[in-house]
Every structure is written in C-alpha cells, then in structure tokens.
C-alpha cells in the first residue's frame, strides 16, 4: 500500500469557520434517523464534488482534500479527516469535479490535473490502467495554427469519461463510450477532443451521469440561424450533419422508428484494443483492507447487451460511418416505412401471435429473467450501478429487439403487454420492431452464463447480416454549425453556472443536449436508445433551464421558474414522482410554495435545495433509503407471492420530501449528491449579511414566479383574444402591447436576476459585494422599470384597464379564482379584480431592494468601497422607487380628471404620455384685464399649458383654446409694483401675456408647478425648484411658428433664450427654404447654411456663411441656380466689398469671371474680368456693372489695349498694342472701334499720322502722312509708352486690404484699437478650430499655436525680431488667421490677372508694381499689430544689455552691420513663393529674344573642352585645375576633359532655379563665388585678393558650365525686386559680375 501523500487536516480550529462549512450525510439513510457529518477544517471550503465512493473538495487558498475510497491508491480516508493532496501544492486551484473512481482539479490557469482510476482513459493518461497521484491533461486545440493550449473553466466526470469546458465556451471529451459525443471509432480516447457536434455553439454547463452527458447550450438567436448554411459533409469517418431548416420535422417524440444518432451504423465489429480491457477495482474498508472485486468495478459493465451471440472478450465500438445500402440486410434491420411509426404496443399485439406460440411461455421467460436479475443483485454486495446494474439492462444503438433486461426493466405491471408511459400520456416505445420469442431465449440464455458485456456502445455481430441493425441517419434537433473561428472570450465562474449573455446577466435563452447511454430513458428524447452525438431535448427548448445534473441513469433539470423536469430511471423514486421511468422530461411533484434554486443527482437519489416559508433555504431529498429488516423480509415475502411485481430492493422515497435536519445547518449556499453520498456548503449569518441575500434571492425568485404565473395566466390569453382589438380600441390596443411588451422584459430581466443571484451564492469564490448584480446592473434595472411603469401609467391614463377587465371577465371566466390570487385578493371569489394594483405591484419590489441593499452596508465600515457602493445602489432605487409612486399617483389623477371632463372636444387633447399637473377651475387663475363676464381656465399638463375661454370648467364644451408647449415657455415673476395683484409673466415665441392669482399662496403655486414641469419636460430635475427661478433661460426645443412675420409656418429646432431663437438650430419653411446655423435675439446671426427655392431655375440657391442681423452680412459663398458662384463679401443681404462670381452657363453673353470690388450688389471699383466667350480680359475700374475708367485689355490673339472706358465701351485717348508690335496711340469711340486723330507706328518704326477711322479688326480709314524711319543700324528698336493708362498699383484691390482691416475690427485703414484686433484674432483662431474636427495635425497645432496673442506691444529689436517673423509665417499658413486669408486672397486676385489670357509679357511692368503694391499694403497692416516695427527700410535696433560686459561686447559688434527692416525683406518670403509661377512666366515672356540668343551661345561654346573653353575665355593658367577627385580617386585633367573643372561652384549656381526670392538667388551667387574661391585657392598665395580682370573669366567659364536656363529672367527678377540696401554691397558686386557674363554671353562673336 503506498503511503499517504497528504496527512488530513489535522490544522482544524475548534470553531467553524463563517461560510464554506461542510456536511456530508449517506443518502440510503432514513430521513428521520439521518444526523449529517460536519467536516471542520481550518479552512472554508470553496466547492465539494461526489463519486460513487469518495470524495473530493476544495478549500480557501486553493487547497485540495480527499475522503472515502481511494482505490487507486489502497487506502480508505474518512469523512471527518479528508487528506490533502500535497502535490498538488504551490497551485492555486479553483474547481474540483468526481467521477465515478477518479478525480480532476483546475488551477487559475486554466490547466487540469487528474487523478484515479484510468482503465478507460477517463484521466487522460496513456497507457495506464491508475494514475495515483495528480497528472497533468493538456487541452490542445490543433485546428488553428499553431495550436494552442485551452483554458478549461470547468469540469464534469462521469465512470468512463470526462468532459471540460473552456474559456471559449467549447466542449472537450476523452475517455471512453458514446457519451464522449465523439466522432471517433477508436476508444480509449486518451486525450481531450473537440466535441464536434456542438462546436460553434455557447455551451454553458456540463454535467455528467454513469454513461450518459448532459449540456446547457445558449440558443442560437433567429438571425445566427438565418446566418448559417448548412455545412458541408467532413471528411470520413464523420458524420453528415442535418440542415437548420429541417431539425422540427424529423424528431418527434412518437416518431418511433426513427433514430436520431447523428451517425448510420454499418460494420461495426472490431478487434478489441488490448489498452481498454477492464482491470478489477479492489473494494476498500475503512479499515483500508481489499474485500474482492468491486461491484462497481463489473456489474457496472456486466449488463447484456441486446445481441450476446459474439465472443465476450471482444470490445466492439461503434463507428460513424457512411452509408451503406446492402439489401441482404434489409430482412433484421428497424423498420423505417410510415407503418413502424405506430405506437410499439400496437406492433407488439399485431404480432403476438406470429412471434409467441405460447403466450404462457414468454410469461415463463420473464418470471425466469426477474428471479435472475434478484438472484444476481442478492450477492452483489456494495453494488454501486444502481438500478441499471440490478436489472442488467443496458443501451444498444445496434439490436432492433428489446434484451432480457430491457424487458425486466420495462415490463412491471401485471399485464405483460401493457406499454409503459409518461405522465404526459405519450408512449415510451421499448423498440421499433417486433420482439422475437427466439430473440428473448437467447437474451436469457446469455443471462445465465453470465458473461460481462461492454459499454453501452458497443455492438456485436455473430457474421451473419440477420444480426445486424442499421438506423436512419441523425436529424439534431437544433442543427449543430460547424464552429467559426472567434476569439477568446470572459471566462466562467469556476463551478458550472449560468453565462453572460451579454450584458452581463445570465442567459435564459437555453437548451440541453444529450448523448449517450439511454436504456432508462436518462437521455430524454422519448426513446431508449442511445445517442453517439450530442442531440437537443426539443422538450426542454423554451422551458429557460438553468441548471442541468446527471445521475447514474436518470437526469435533471432546473428552470428559472423554480421547477424541477426529471427524467430516466425512476425504481427509488430519484425523479420525484410515483410512476415509473420517463423518457422524456417531466415535472416533479413539488409541494406548493416551495421555489428550487439548486439540485444535485446521486446514484439512485436526488437531493434539491428550495426556498420554505422562511428565508433559511430548505432541503429535499427523493430517491432510495434503507428499510428496517422487518420491512425487507416483508418485501420478500410479497415478492415470492408475485412474481410480477416490479423489483424493489430497498424502499424509496417517491416524492421530494424534507429533510428536517436542514434547520440546524444554518444557511445552505450548494447542494452536491454522488454514489450514496449527499453533502452540503453553509454560511453562518455574520452580522445579517448571509440573510439578506438569501432574503433578496428568495423575495426575487419568488417575484419571478409571479411575474410567469401573470405571463400565463393573463397576458398570454389575452394578447391571444382575437376581439381584443375591438374591446380595447385602437389607442388601447397598441398601449396594451406595449404594456405587455414591458412586462414580458421585466418579468425576463427578474429571471436572470434571480438566477444570478443563485450563482453568486454558489459561487462563493467570487462572493465580492461590488460585483452584486443589482450594483453592477444598476442602470438596465432602472430603465426597465422605468419604461414598465411608463407602458402601465399611460394604459392607465387612456382608460385601458376597464375594457381590459371587460375582456378578463369574457377570457378568463375560468380562472378568476387564480387572477384573484395573482392581483393580491384575499377572497378568491371576489367579484372586482383589481388588475391596476396587479400591474404596479413590481414598483413593491424596487422597495425591497433598496432595503436590502442598506442592511448590507450597515455590515461594513462607512469608509469601505463595499459600503459607499451598496449605499449608492439603495439610494438609487430608493430614489426611483419615490419617482414612480409619484408617477403612479400622477397617472390616476390624470385618468380621474379624464373621466370628469369627457368629451369630443378634450379628447382631442387626451395624449397617453400626458399628466394633469394643476387647473384653475375655481378662478385662481386669471388673465390680466380679462373681462368680469369672461371664462377662462387654465390647465397645466406635463408638456403643454392649455387656455381655454367661452366655457364653464365644469362643461365639456369650449369656444376656443390655446396650447402652449412648456418647452417653449419661459415663467417669469413680477415683484409688486404697487397694484395688489399677484402676477406672473408667460412668455412665449409669438405671444406673452400675464396671469393674475388670487392669493399669494396660489402663484406660488402655479409658479413652482410650471417651473417644475418646464424642468421635467426638459430633463432636468424639477424637485427643489423655488418660485420665482425661471427654469432653464436657455435650452434646445422644437416649435412651429403661426403667427410671426418672418418665421410665419416655418418649424424650427435648436436653441432659445427667453423667447427667442438663439444659439445654434434649423428654421424650415413650408415653401422649401431651410436656414440651419447660428441665430441671435430671434434673428439669423453668424455662420449659417440656406437653402433658398428658385422659382426659375430647377436647382435652389445655396448660401454659406455669415449672417448679421438676420441678413447675409459678411463672408460667404452663395451658388444660384443658375450655375453661378459668387465667393466674397456680403452687405445687407447683397454683394458688396470684395468678391469673385464665376458663371456657370456658357450659353450667357457674360459667361466668365470676375473678381474684383462690389457696391450694393453692383460691380464698382477696381475689378478683372476674364470673358470666357470673347477670349478677353478686362483689368480696371467698374461703375454699377459697367466698364468705366481707366483699364487694361488683352485677347487671345495677343492684342494689348489700355485707355479709359465709358459706359462699357472704349472711349477717349487709349493705346493699342498688336501682336506684331503694331502700336496704335489715338482716340477711340467703341471697343477695338478708332475715331480721331492717331499716330499708327508699325513694327520696322514706320509712323502713319493722321485721322483714323473704323473697326481695328476689319480695316481703318486713314487721312495723314506717313513717315518711313532711316536705316540706321545703332537706333534703338521702338519701345510703346505703356503704362500711361492703366489703374495704379496703389489703387488695385483696396476691397481686399478693407476686408482685412474689418476682419480685424477696424473701421478704416489703421483706424481701430490694437488690443481689440488682437483679441479679435484670438476668437477667429478658437472658433475656427472648435468648429473644424476635420483639421489635420499640424494644422491643429498652427492653429494652438496662434491662439496666444503675442507681446506686440514691445519694442523690436534684434533680439525678438526673429518671433515676429515666426508668428508672421504661421499666421500665412492658414486661412482662419485674417493675414492668412489676406496672403490667399491676394494670390488668387494675382494669378486671376496674370494667368491665361492675361499672361502677356506687356503687362511685367503692372505685375512688378502690383507686387510691391501688395508688400506696401501689407506692411502697414503688419506695422499696425506690431508697432515697435520701424518704418519701410529702417533698422532695428539692438536689445539693451545691462550686463557688466556691456561696452566690450558692443565693441565686438562694430563690424557686423545692422539689420535693416524693409517690406520686402519681411513679407516678400511670404508673398513671392506663392506668386512665383505668373511673375517668372512674365519675365521668361519679356525675356525670350534675349534667351534665344544666350542659349545659342551656351550650347556652341560648352561643346568646348575644358582647357581649351579656359583659353578662349582668357583666363589664366595658373587658375586652371590639373587634378580632379572623382570618388575620393585623384585623376588628372587632360586636354580633352570636359566638364572637370571648378564643378562644386558650377552645380552651386545651378541652384539658383530652385529658389524664389530675390535674397535667396543672392546667397546662391555668393556661395558659387566662395565655391569658387575654395578651389582657386591651393595654387594661389595665402594672401591672394580676387580683381576683376582675373574673376570675370572665370565666373564666366562657371556660368557656362552652369547651362541656366532662362537666366535672363532670373537676372532681371533680381534687379527689380532685390532690397535696396543690398545693391550697393557685396552682394550687389556679384550680382553685376553674373548680369555682366549674361551679357557677355548673349553678345559673344557666333564666328
């Protein structure tokens, strides 16, 4: 005998610990006599589980404890001293589970350990019939890759198998047996496999029996039915599974010849695997000495199967295989035409005749087969396979007649033909064919040679087909979907219990599968046959079962509504009920009032834990007991007189009877029965906190009860009534079905709850106050209840409940006695039934709750997180508890008021969610000035104030009324101004009057009533308004105007304040116009959106952006109809200011363009024209949308015209300018139409001078001389005056440059307050990032960044200039800023000019003054935010420097200049890189006879070598390169090298084309002259000074090499925009010397 691994728990205190005290009593016992086992250890313990002779549980910390019959390790522990299992230390376990003969235990990880016997592989070891001490089991799961290891939450045992839950909510299973649920022909299973069958399904609990497995399965919801298709067929060996659509049709419970197995038997003989032979199980006393071979160990294997013809040391499994359609078998298998569908007793009396000869002999056989049966249980001693053992009887998917056993077993009534049933009447059928008398002989004939059988599954053949059987493949009742891969979800609770269902509550949506082992019907699905795969109970579906336990062959099942269904073997009454065997699950017999919320199953017994008359919980127990000798001999006396009695060997205990030791173990929290062993977990009631769980979970599960008993009783028939729409009437009947909607919610929502607060008592692991489901689910339970009570008052207020008991009395006529117990009446026969207080009575349980919850805190300290939770939840419901008494009581004034003031006219007003809050029908209420004559009464409503006049009170009748919704009233109270009347103030948005009370107590009165229903209809919270307060000024609501001018029909949502439309909202007209943006004082003011119908165009007008006053005022975008764009400036609902209109239709004579100044709607000012049509471009002033003053205009054929216009025509001196460079300078009279005296110069400079007449296009009329110009080689090409007509710079887009000063607050140019500019800024910059999410990042930054208003105040010095320039960059990056919008609006004005038609070289000079116009008008705007800035050209100064070193350092900085501030050496790096591509194509215009030449000579003399280019240049050898470095390699420059020398400073003056300012293109000179200086260098002396006549050559010979391209322009765009501070420099110096090769280039010999 090994030793002990643990010693037993010999650390026991003298008193029991709180909570986790076990009792342990043998449930064989009378319930009188029993006096239960208390085990005391030092420890609570967590979870208990039983096996047929032992026991295992777990204990506080993790700690693992073993008692009774250790057979895997020689030794018997008792009950009172469990060893502990040292390996297992240093885990910290959490669940514990026992099978028949082994053991198992999770740790926190999620890994199992078992241990025991493992003949079957039921421990998961290879290759070892016992495993005694605790091994590892590995859960992998090898379909993902790579495959990972399971974490397992719970686990279930039976003798021959286990079964493990994972975190995922999947099943595995190893061991042995069809109750695996496996598809697998191979057993021993030696490690855990996937249950197929329910892969993709939620299972939530597992339980197992002796050779049978149950599961608790979430239901699949509607959709995930929809969702799935039918899977596909798997590979071999598995089974084709049946469609979804098909799982109601082909399992019925009396569809007896159909077998739903999931599988189609065929071949099922195998060779037996040597691993899985049945090694005896030595039967220990507690003394710990053998006593032979166990019973537990062979009867439990030793039943007959139904074909014993083959070899007994054979183990056959059945396997999953295909189809196979052999016709020799067809004469011996199951029937499966329509005809065997009858009922089996029919079958069996239809061949009685043709099977039996004798009648009297098959009553022989079975008298023989009982005394055998009795005979064998009379020497099996200790028997531990209960009934099923005793009788032999066992499962057989195989055999189509019925075994020995089976018959024994089913057959104990007097008539031998009589079919036994169910309690529901339907027929438990024994099998699908007829019995065989030669069959029968045989069973009973193996019977006497008492040869052990294999499992259940196993099936045998003698090698004839007649003794095979072949079943119909299996049809699930609920399909089983093939798993869809989805991650890792919560874990349960260590001990198998209800699950999430999502929001955290448990689920009541359930099902339970079966599978395995069925010869007692311990499956449930009608029959007794076996099933190799998981198969629904179709019975249970819907019954919202909680709870499942197996025994050694019968099954339980536990509902939220209490009950208990029980089915399978029922010989020791373990099913609660008289009758015999169920096959299909029906409800034990219960005595009233007693609610079950835990069950467990034994071997032959059932132990159930229910709530009594008390809140102490109260046990029941049902199943075998022990009789007194005197009673046995009796039994056996009767026994010998009949024979045909059914079997009983022991008494039993038919119906659940109360075990009165119950009392004395204080609060039972869990219940567990195993073999013929029964315990218990109880808490001791410290300081209340235990009771006033129990005390919630039971007033819960019985409100749930309730709650399904009205569901049933009343709302079911009802919502069934065909005339209840006629009864109720339209409103009625929709507020009824929301009534019953509502209910159905709560009653469900008070289900789960009941069931959660059941397993937070199981569970006391995880007893933790915080996760209290009533804390956790607070908020779910307050709305609920809140939208009962709703559906229940507004029933109420329309009158609903008295046409619903008009149809109670006419439905339920047959129930009253049962409606009068559910409504609460103390006398059943009462006539009236009370269904209002019916419908309200859940608001008594929102009560319970928040007393419950303050008894609990009063259990912790105050400063605890257990207590300010608790106290948190009780004034929760508390508080909503007062709420809906107060909405109750709101609902029954409001139907009383109803019912007193019925009539056509108040029905229009009768609304179900409305409540009367206060009338004024005694004149306490009055308007001012009011006629004496005069009625008026006002009514106060929960959402509206109603002013009726012309009517009594009393009447039904009014003249007139008026309805004023609360959201958009405003109360407001006048102080006394010397009259005595006691007034208030109603304002509204079309109308305000004033009311007079008649004593100071009623305003009051009506003041805090409509303040407090101005709050409710809100959301706010009325309560503690005082009078006076006018309740939320400014709010959002909804109103239609009806009277008002302006807004007359128009439906408006958003914002008010006192009366007015304010804030943000949507205003829409009936005629189609919607403004939705800002609104102020009942006006459109700020950003807004309109919509505006146009009646002449299909398409509506579109206007975007701001508003004043309620009139377009400001910045905007407005799109018409008609195609049209106008972008810019608005005045008054018109154009005015700065803005662009693009025209949409090129069908219009003015399609185009422009851009430019507007007065009052009018194009006037300085303004360009791009006329798409005529391929002209107008550049000048405007006056009320005509051309008028002087303008520039171009075409598309080159044409150059400036002059003066004159209501819209060319009119007086102007000058024209052909492509050809003919030049026209006379008068004209029309467009392109000359009139007067003229001078024409051609292109060669000859002159026509004279008087001119006609079109320019077609011909002129011409009276003067010509004059032909002299050949004169060295006389200048004629050059036209331009430039004498045109709009000064100066005077181009003032309304740009206004617009930018308005933006900043500013009347005027320069006419504003500083700080006022700034701070407008600031609130440009905030709001534009609050109101654009879609900012990118860094733009959100700029934007943060410029919120901060600068020290502009300050003096500029050298020090902080460089923050003025930084500020002034990111102020250009983005539009929101007014200089950034300045900066876009000038670029787009620019490249409108100078782009396309405008891009003529001509116009060069105009675009350089615009240019620095702009840099003129944009420093004086700069100078007014940062006046420390000196003027245009002026130095800043140095910063002041207070240092001792003061005079030394200045004297440092002599030779560093000054810096000098001009306008376009701060604003043109922000101007020029934006306006570069018009201005440069300009200059590259201007410049393009000169290029030509230049690049002529540049590509002849590069053809050159290098030396050789040297020479022709004239520059000296002793500058010339003779080495070259070329990768860090030195090589030597020859003659023909080309491209060799001085290449650092050649490609340092290629870069001056990627740069854009003048100063930039300055530094690149300057570095390509110190390129150059650093490769001169080494051949020179140190003291070497450049002269001009040894520089020029070569920088000629660079700039040569260089090949620049339009170097001309860059030239000519540095000597006009350069800073005149640098001309006269350094800088100046080099420039000239790159203008001077430029030219020396351009006017090299080409011989």
């Not at 959106?1089 to 975008?1117: A, R, S």
């Not at 500058?1519 to 050649?1546: N, Q, T, Y």
Request: hydrophobic content about 35%.
């Amino acid at each position: 005998m090994e030793k002990q691994e643990g010693s037993p728990a010999d650390q026991r205190g003298l008193q029991p610990p709180d909570r986790g005290l076990l009792h342990v009593w043998p449930s064989g016992g009378g319930t009188q006599q029993l006096c239960p086992e208390t085990v005391l250890l030092s420890r609570p313990v967590m979870h208990v589980s039983l096996g047929e002779n032992h026991g295992i549980l777990l204990a506080q910390g993790g700690l693992v404890f073993s008692f009774g019959e250790l057979s895997w390790r020689g030794v018997s522990v008792p009950v009172s001293a469990p060893v502990l299992e040292a390996s297992l230390l240093g885990r910290t376990l959490v669940h514990v589970a026992a099978g028949g003969f082994h053991c198992a235990a999770i740790s926190e990880q999620g890994g199992v350990y078992m241990w025991g016997e493992n003949t079957a592989g039921q421990c998961g070891q290879t290759d070892r019939a016992s495993v005694p001490e605790p091994c590892p089991v590995t859960v992998v799961d090898s379909e993902v890759v790579p495959p990972v290891v399971v974490r397992v939450v719970s686990l279930a045992c039976g003798r021959e198998h286990s079964l493990a839950l994972s975190a995922q909510n999947e099943l595995w299973a190893w061991g042995s047996g069809c109750q695996l649920g496996l598809v697998t022909n191979t057993f021993p299973v030696w490690k855990p496999q996937k249950v197929e069958h329910l892969a993709g399904r939620h299972v939530i609990q597992v339980a197992c029996g002796a050779y049978h497995s149950l599961a608790l399965v979430r239901s699949l919801l509607a959709q995930d039915f929809s969702a799935q298709s039918t899977p596909k067929i798997r590979e071999r060996g598995r089974s084709p599974q049946c469609p979804l659509a098909d799982r109601e049709e082909l399992v019925t419970a009396d569809d007896a010849v159909y077998c739903p197995l999931g599988v189609e038997l065929s071949e099922v003989t195998r060779s037996e695997t040597p691993s899985r032979r049945r090694v005896p199980r030595p039967r220990l006393h507690p003394a710990g000495m053998s006593s032979g071979s166990s019973r537990g160990s062979s009867a439990s294997l030793s039943s007959f199967s139904d074909d014993s013809r083959s070899n007994p040391k054979q183990r056959n499994f059945p396997a999953c295989s295909r189809l196979e359609a052999e016709e020799n078998r067809a004469e011996c298998v199951s029937q499966t035409d329509g005809s065997s569908k009858a009922n089996p007793a029919s079958d069996w009396a239809a061949n009685k005749d043709a099977a039996f000869s004798d009648e009297l002999e098959l009553q022989s056989l079975l008298d023989k087969l009982l005394v055998q049966s009795e005979s064998q249980n009379a020497t099996a001693t200790g028997d531990t396979d209960s009934v099923s053992s005793q009788t032999g009887s066992e499962d057989s998917c195989i055999s189509s007649t019925p075994s020995s056993d089976l018959l024994a077993s089913s057959y104990k009534d007097d008539s031998i033909f009589k079919i036994q049933t169910n309690n529901g009447g339907a027929s438990a059928p024994l099998s699908s064919s007829p019995v065989c008398l030669e069959e029968v002989r045989l069973c009973v004939e193996r019977e006497r040679q008492a040869l052990l059988s294999c499992s259940l599954t196993n099936a045998h053949q003698k090698g004839n087909a007649a003794s095979s059987r072949r079943s119909l493949p299996g049809t699930p009742t609920h399909g089983s979907p093939r798993r869809r891969r989805q991650g890792v979800s919560g874990s349960l609770g260590a001990g198998a219990g209800p699950d999430d269902s999502g929001d955290g509550l448990p689920s009541l949506e359930t099902e339970v599968w079966s599978w395995g082992r069925g010869s007692e019907g311990q499956l449930g699905h009608g029959d007794q046959l076996a099933r190799l795969q998981p198969l629904c109970i179709k019975s249970l579906t819907g019954q919202e079962v909680i709870k499942v336990a197996a025994g050694s062959h019968h099954s339980l099942a536990l509902t939220a509504q209490c009950q208990v269904y029980s089915w399978g073997s029922n010989l020791c009454g373990q099913l609660g009920r008289v009758d015999g065997p169920l096959t299909v699950p029906q409800l034990a017999k219960l005595s009233d009032g007693l609610r079950v919320w835990d069950l467990s199953a034994g071997q032959n017994h059932s132990l159930l834990l229910a709530d009594g008359d008390c809140v102490q919980p109260v046990l029941l127990y049902c199943g075998q007991q022990s009789e007194s000798p005197l009673a046995q001999s009796e039994n056996l006396q009767s026994r010998s007189s009949s024979q045909s009695s059914p079997l009983k060997v022991k008494s039993c205990t038919a119906r659940p009877t109360l075990l009165p030791f119950c009392i004395e173990m204080s609060y039972i929290s869990s219940v567990s029965g195993g073999g013929r062993l029964c315990a218990a977990l109880t808490d001791h009631n410290v300081m209340g906190f235990i009771a006033a769980i129990h005390d919630l979970a039971s007033s819960e599960r019985r409100f749930s009860c309730w709650t399904n008993d009205v569901r049933r009783v009343v709302i079911a028939p009802l919502r069934k009534k065909e005339t209840a729409c006629q009864t109720l009437g339209d409103p009625c009947t929709h507020l009824f079905f929301l009534l019953c909607d509502g209910f159905i919610q709560l009653s469900k929502l008070i289900g789960r709850h009941a069931t959660a607060l059941s397993y937070f008592l199981h569970n006391a692991q995880s007893r933790d106050v915080t996760s209290f489901p009533l804390l956790t689910h607070s908020e779910h339970f307050l709305e609920t209840y809140k939208k009962y009570c709703s559906a229940v008052g507004d029933f109420q207020v329309m009158g609903g409940f008295q046409s619903l008991h008009k149809l109670s009395l006419e439905c339920l006529c047959g129930q009253q006695a049962a409606l009068s117990q559910l409504c609460g009446s103390d006398q059943s026969d009462s006539k009236e039934i009370d269904l209002v207080s019916m419908f309200y009575q859940p608001l008594q349980q929102l009560h319970h709750y928040s007393r419950v919850l303050l008894k609990m805190a009063t259990c912790y300290d105050v400063l605890t997180e257990e207590y300010q939770s608790l106290q948190q939840g009780c004034s929760h419901y508390d508080a909503l508890s007062s709420s809906l008494l107060r909405k109750k009581k709101e609902a029954e004034t409001t139907q009383l008021f109803w019912k007193t003031h019925s009539g056509k006219t108040t029905e229009s007003l009768r609304l179900p969610q409305r409540r009367v809050v206060c009338e004024s029908s005694n004149r306490s209420l009055t308007p001012q000035y009011a006629g004496r004559f005069s009625n008026h009464w006002f009514i106060l409503f929960n959402d509206i104030l109603v002013h009726t006049q012309g009517s009594l009170p009393s009447q039904s009748f009014f003249s007139s009324f008026r309805i004023y919704p609360l959201t958009c009233l405003w109360v407001k109270t006048i102080t006394e101004d010397g009259s005595g009347l006691y007034t208030i103030k109603i304002i509204c948005p079309e109308e305000s009057f004033t009311l007079v009370a008649s004593t100071p107590q009623e305003k009051n009165k009506w003041l805090r009533s409509l303040n407090q229903a101005v709050d409710l209809v809100l959301g706010g919270a009325a309560q503690g308004s005082s009078p006076g307060v006018t309740a939320a000024v400014c709010r959002k609501a909804s109103y239609k105007f009806t009277s008002d001018e302006r807004f007359k029909d128009a439906q408006y949502t958003g914002g008010w304040m006192a009366g007015r439309v304010h804030g943000r909202g949507t205003m829409k007209w009936p005629d189609g116009r919607v403004y939705k943006g800002n609104f102020k004082g009942g006006l459109e003011d700020g950003y807004g959106e309109c919509v505006m119908p146009n009646k002449v165009q299909d398409k509506p007008d579109l206007y975007q952006g701001q508003w004043k006053e309620g009139k377009i005022h400001g910045f905007g975008k407005y799109r018409y109809g008609s195609g049209e764009v106008y972008d810019g400036c608005f005045c008054d609902g018109r154009r005015h200011g700065y803005g662009m209109l693009s025209s949409g239709k090129l069908a219009r004579a003015s399609s185009g363009l422009f851009i430019g100044q507007w007065v009052q709607d009018k194009k006037t000012g300085y303004g360009v024209h791009d006329d798409i049509m005529r391929g002209e471009k107008y550049m000048g002033f405007w006056l009320d949308d005509q051309r008028h003053g002087s303008a520039v205009v171009l075409t598309q054929c080159g044409v150059y015209f400036e002059g003066s216009f004159k209501e819209n025509k060319m009119s007086g001196s102007g000058l024209l300018v052909s492509d050809d460079d003919t030049v026209f300078h006379g008068e004209f009279s029309d467009d392109w139409t000359v009139n007067g005296k003229g001078v024409l110069t051609l292109a060669n400079g000859d002159r026509l001078d004279g008087q001119f007449s006609g079109e320019w296009s077609t011909s002129l009329k011409v009276v003067g001389t010509y004059a032909k110009t002299a050949m004169d080689d060295n006389q200048e090409k004629y050059e036209p005056p331009l430039g004498q007509y045109v709009v000064p710079a100066a005077q181009r887009w003032i309304c740009v440059f206004d617009e930018c000063w308005s933006r900043l607050g500013c009347d005027a140019a320069g006419r504003g307050e500083r700080t006022a500019a700034w701070e407008t800024i600031a609130v440009t910059i905030s709001t534009a990032r609050r109101q654009s999410p879609d900012l990118s990042k860094s733009h959100t930054k700029v934007l943060e960044s410029l919120e901060f208003i600068p020290q502009y105040g300050e003096a500029v010095t050298t020090a902080n200039y460089d923050n003025v320039r930084r500020y002034l960059i990111k102020a250009c990056e983005t539009p929101h800023h007014p200089l950034g919008w300045l900066v876009e609006t000038l670029v787009t004005a620019y490249r409108m000019t100078y782009v396309g038609v405008g891009s003529n070289r001509r116009l060069l000079r105009q675009a350089v003054l615009e240019l620095q116009a702009y840099l003129a008008h944009f420093y004086s705007i700069v100078r007014f935010l940062f006046p420390g800035l000196p003027d245009d050209g002026g130095v800043v100064p140095d910063a002041p420097d207070i240092s001792p070193c003061k005079t030394r350092r200045n004297s440092h900085k002599v030779d560093q200049g000054v810096l000098v501030v001009s306008c376009s050496s701060l604003l043109l790096p922000l101007l020029l890189p934006r306006l570069y591509p018009p201005l440069f194509t300009l200059y590259c215009l201007q410049q393009e006879p000169e290029e030509a030449q230049y690049w002529e000579r540049i590509l002849r003399l590069n053809k050159q070598p290098d030396q050789a280019l040297l020479s022709f240049l004239g520059v000296q050898e002793k500058f010339w390169p003779h080495w070259m470095s070329i990768l860090g390699e030195r090589k030597e420059i020859v003659s023909s090298s080309k491209d060799a020398c001085f290449i650092s400073a050649v490609e340092t003056l290629q870069q001056i084309s990627t740069t854009f300012t003048p100063s930039d293109k300055l530094l690149v000179i300057q570095r390509t002259f110190e390129e150059l200086t650093l490769e001169v260098k080494p051949f020179l002396a140190g003291d070497f000074l450049w002269c001009m006549d040894d520089l020029f050559p070569l920088f000629l010979y660079v700039v040569l090499r260089a090949r620049v391209r339009n170097l001309g322009a860059e030239v000519s765009l540095i000597e006009d925009l350069m800073d005149p501070n640098l001309q006269h420099g350094e800088m100046g110096l080099m420039f000239t010397t790159l203008k001077a090769c430029f030219i020396q280039i351009q006017q090299e010999s080409t011989t």
